[in-house]
């Protein structure tokens, strides 16, 4: 079985430091910005079944977007904002709107708050983020 994801958010939320964790099993948290895309794949044992997951990190800055992602074929998208960034956080719904814009169906959303390690300096509220909700088409 093969599931893939894009992963988007603003400039230095932590998509790639994320997505490093979850492939490699390494944490830095001094990450260069990516330029373009980065992919990455991982594989996963769900209950005996073998799963391929890959996963596409796309650069958070507009000069950096090489390209826009083509959704056909994806099977979610995980939109990233930083708690200690309320910015980031606002820009959450230009994200899902890119991908209401572009996905050709129904796609998963997931919205993640990143940097919790960070909890002192944090302006995002856990209830807050619970209350974001996104526009018909995009699940």
Aim: glycine share 10%; with cysteine; aromatic share 10%.
């Amino acid at each position: 079985m093969l599931m893939k994801f894009i992963v988007l958010g603003d400039t230095g939320v932590g998509k790639s430091c994320l997505l490093l964790r979850f492939a490699d099993g390494v944490f830095q948290d001094n990450y260069l910005c990516t330029i373009g895309v980065d992919f990455k794949l991982r594989r996963l044992n769900l209950d005996g079944l073998i799963a391929k997951v890959h996963v596409w990190d796309m650069a958070g800055q507009r000069r950096f977007r090489v390209c826009h992602p083509n959704y056909q074929g994806i099977g979610g998208v995980v939109i990233i904002f930083d708690i200690t960034d309320r910015e980031s956080f606002n820009n959450v719904v230009h994200w899902a709107e890119e991908v209401q814009d572009r996905a050709s169906e129904e796609i998963c959303v997931m919205l993640i708050g990143n940097k919790t390690d960070l909890e002192h300096r944090r302006v995002v509220s856990f209830q807050e983020a619970g209350r974001v909700g996104f526009s018909q088409g995009v699940a």
